[in-house]
Structures are given as structure tokens and as C-alpha cells.
């Protein structure tokens, strides 16, 4: 080390601090557009979680049609269940409006595939979306 | 110039008029300077301390000296008395460049006036080295009457002391000192720096620790592709079936605000919405739907208005 010149330390190290401020601002960069992405991506994994849960779930036609039997202004009611493969049809047979009115807003109100509706004055018929 | 071998590591006693080749395998030397190669006075210094006598050595030396660039070195005799050295490291080293020695193979570099001051005279070369007054002087051979009869150095007795000094292989444009302190206070930023990226590198791993975590806690599919594809088919989905809501609201609207007509019937089929209308307004109704349907077929039969809108 003696007889280095002392010069070329301080360009080693003028290079050195060059080289690690040029890494450093790699490293940031990337380290910021990670963040990004991390909550790109949990924005996207909720999304899709909440999507999965509302449409993408037979549970809720099964609650749906549960809701539907055990509510107290439809019970008694004329109400036909029908499950097929890739869907089920839901049928109320009644001469109340009003009955009519409560269970159209009861499946509206619900996260199921409406696939058709036949709105009749004495029935009401949804076929929803299983698959 | 000549090599002679001592005990320990080999002596070269450099000179500027004899030029040696070095053996090979040797790996370091001892260099001492013949007095052509520096400066001596003897000085009183007010000081016991060697390197504040150094220091106050060029003022004291200002006169003496021919030219700039030269270093100090000085040896306390007794007391406040100093053996001073005056010297260029430039010129030590172009003679050592002459004589193909490489600065890494040098051990040490000493005043040939410290390590030889017991010595007999004798001869090197074309010249005669004799202490006269506590100095070591050069004379050339002519101005020497016995030259003949004067033995050669023989180093091999010689122990060296500890008054060696250090050249300097470089110019002093800057001072070292300075250069030394930019250079650590740059290493530091740099290692500060390194160590920043260490960190960066440590969040971005825990950022794809993360990730697997949010993979595993909404059951993501294994490709972001196959998740995209997923959300893109239940976004539309959730359109599709929230658009068939509004639009039943809407229609459905006209009937909450009527008293002279309703609808007996709704039916939604193949993205088509068919509806019968029954009531006198029924251009009303039709005025209702058009604000933001496009009526596809409009049956007037009797008192049934019979409409079909796409969805």
C-alpha cells in the first residue's frame, strides 16, 4: 500500500460511491414498484375473493332458497324448487301481489345469477345460474 | 551500486553511477542511500520530539536546498541535537527505476550516513566513502590518494537500524491526508449505501413472502393470468346481473308511479326482456322505457301494449 497513490483511492472510492448510488437507485426502484404490485395485487386478491364469494359460490343459492322457505310473509306459500344440473328454477305460484312483489325482491336482493325471469300476475318463476 | 548479501534480507546500497540486476528469486531488499541522494545538517531543534523537529525542517533547510520537493527526515543525537535529512523520493526512485528494482521488493530505505558511520572508508565504484565530522563523505576516486588500497563495502556485518524512511511514490498535488479523509468519507457513503440496498433486497423478500401469504389466504390461483382471467369473467358477471336489477328497478318505476296501467308481464329470456303493458297510458309508458331503452317491438293490441327491449 505504500506505494499506491493515494490518487487512485479516491478514484476507487469516487467510483465506488457512483457505482452504490447507481444500485441503490435500482434497488428503489425496484423495491418501490414491488410495493406497488404487492397492492395491486392484494387489491386484486380481494376482488377476486369477494367476485369467488358473490358469484361464484353455490352456497349462496342453497342460503337463498333456505331464506326463501323458512321467511315468514312467504310461508304457506306454493313454492317450487327446481334443481337441474347447471341451474335451479325457483317458482312462486300465488294470487298475491304482494307475495309476488316480497319474493321477486328477495332474489333480487341476493348474489345469484339471474339467468331469466317470468313475472306473471298469479306466478313468478327466476331461473338462476348454478355452474 | 553493488549487492552485497547480509544476514537478513539483502542490502543494496544505491548509488547513481552503478547500476545492478537484481537475482530473480529475491523477494526484498534493503535500499541504503549513498550521500548524493540527500541533504545532511546537523541541527539544534527545540524539541526532544522527532516528528515536531520534521516539521519546522523546512524553513530550516530553505536555504540550503537547491530546489523544491523535497522531504524531511531527522534523528535525535543527544538532546535538542538532530541529524537532519533532506531528500527527493522523485530521484531515489528514478535510480531505482535505472536499475530495474521495483518498488515491491523493497523492504526498507536507509541514509547511508546512519548505517555506516562505523565503518572504515572504502570504495564503491569510482568512489571513496570516508566519515569525516559524524558524515559520511563521497569522494571520487581521483581526489583520493589510496584509493587502490581501499577495501570494498562489505555489508555482511552490517545491523540496520531503525532510522529508515518511507518514499513517496507519488506528487504531492493534493495533500494525502486529505485525499486519505474524501476517499474514507466516500467508502463510508458507499457501504452506508450498500448496506440501504441490503435492506431494500430484505423488503422486497418479505414483499414475495407476502404475496404467497395473500396467495394463500384468498386460495389465488397458481398464474396471475388464471386470476385475471377468473376476475374478468365474475366483474362481468357482477355487471350483467346488477345492470338486469337496475333495469327492472326502472321499469318497474313507472308502475309504483302509475294508477292507470300495470304490467302483467316481465320475462327475461335469452338477453331479451319482454313485457306487457296493459293500462290506457301506454304511450306514457313507452316514453318511460324509451329515455333509456331502444324498444324493439312495439304490439299494440287492444288495450295490451307489447314491448320487447334488448339488454
Redesign the interface.
Same mark, same amino acid.
Given at each position: 500500500m505504500? +506505494? %499506491?497513490?493515494?490518487?487512485y483511492? %479516491?478514484f +476507487? $472510492?469516487?467510483i %465506488? #460511491?457512483v =457505482? $452504490? *448510488?447507481a444500485? &441503490?437507485n435500482d434497488?428503489?426502484n425496484? #423495491?418501490f414498484s414491488?410495493?406497488s !404490485? &404487492?397492492k395491486n395485487? !392484494?387489491q386484486?386478491?380481494? !376482488? *377476486?375473493?369477494e #367476485?369467488?364469494q !358473490?358469484? /361464484?359460490s353455490k352456497d349462496t343459492v342453497t342460503k337463498l332458497i333456505e331464506k326463501l322457505l323458512i321467511d315468514n310473509d312467504l310461508k304457506g306459500s306454493d313454492i317450487n324448487i327446481d334443481e337441474q344440473k347447471n341451474k335451479t328454477v325457483i317458482t312462486l305460484n300465488s294470487n298475491s301481489p304482494v307475495k309476488i312483489q316480497k319474493f321477486a325482491n328477495k332474489i &333480487?336482493n341476493e348474489?345469484v345469477?339471474?339467468e $331469466? =325471469? /317470468?313475472?306473471?300476475?298469479n306466478k313468478i318463476t327466476f331461473e338462476i345460474g348454478t355452474k | 551500486m553493488k549487492l552485497i548479501l547480509s544476514k537478513k534480507l539483502e542490502i543494496v546500497f544505491l548509488t547513481k553511477d552503478i547500476k545492478v540486476t537484481l537475482d530473480k528469486k529475491i523477494k526484498k531488499v534493503n535500499i541504503v542511500l549513498s550521500p548524493e541522494f540527500y541533504w545532511s545538517r546537523i541541527f539544534n531543534i527545540p524539541t526532544t520530539s522527532q516528528k515536531e523537529a520534521i516539521k519546522l525542517l523546512p524553513s530550516m533547510f530553505e536555504d540550503i536546498l537547491p530546489q523544491d520537493g523535497y522531504e524531511f527526515y531527522a534523528k535525535n543525537i543527544e538532546g535538542s541535537n538532530f541529524v537532519c535529512f533532506a531528500y527527493r523520493s522523485k530521484d531515489i526512485l528514478q535510480a531505482l527505476k535505472d536499475s530495474n528494482i521495483s518498488p515491491s521488493v523493497i523492504n526498507k530505505v536507509y541514509f547511508a550516513q546512519n548505517e555506516f558511520s562505523s565503518q572504515a572508508p572504502f570504495k564503491n565504484g569510482n568512489f571513496a566513502y570516508i566519515n569525516q565530522a559524524e558524515k559520511l563523505v563521497q569522494i571520487p576516486a581521483k581526489l583520493f590518494p589510496d584509493f587502490e588500497k581501499l577495501s570494498n563495502l562489505d555489508c555482511r556485518n552490517i545491523e540496520l537500524s531503525k532510522n529508515n524512511i518511507v518514499l513517496t511514490y507519488h506528487s504531492n498535488i493534493i495533500k494525502t491526508s486529505i485525499i486519505y479523509t474524501i476517499s474514507i468519507f466516500f467508502i463510508l457513503i458507499s457501504i452506508l449505501n450498500f448496506m440501504l440496498i441490503l435492506q431494500n433486497s430484505s423488503n422486497i423478500s418479505k414483499i414475495q413472502i407476502n404475496k404467497i401469504q395473500i396467495t394463500q389466504k384468498f386460495n389465488l390461483p397458481i398464474t396471475s393470468i388464471q386470476t385475471t382471467a377468473i376476475v374478468q369473467r365474475l366483474t362481468s358477471t357482477h355487471n350483467k346481473q346488477l345492470d338486469i336489477r337496475e333495469k327492472l328497478d326502472y321499469i318497474l318505476g313507472f308502475k309504483k308511479a302509475s294508477i292507470d296501467g300495470k304490467i302483467v308481464l316481465l320475462k327475461l329470456a335469452n338477453g331479451k326482456l319482454n313485457l306487457i303493458y296493459q293500462g290506457d297510458n301506454g304511450a306514457l309508458f313507452v316514453n318511460y322505457l324509451q329515455k333509456i331503452f331502444t324498444l324493439k317491438q312495439q304490439k299494440d293490441s287492444k288495450n295490451y301494449l307489447h314491448l320487447e327491449i334488448k339488454l
Open positions: 505504500r +506505494f %499506491l497513490n493515494p490518487i483511492i %479516491l +476507487f $472510492s469516487i %465506488l #460511491l =457505482f $452504490s *448510488f444500485k &441503490l434497488s428503489k425496484e #423495491l414491488e410495493e !404490485n &404487492l395485487y !392484494n386484486i386478491a380481494e !376482488n *377476486f375473493h #367476485l369467488k !358473490n358469484w /361464484d &333480487l348474489y345469477i339471474i $331469466s =325471469f /317470468d313475472i306473471q300476475k | -
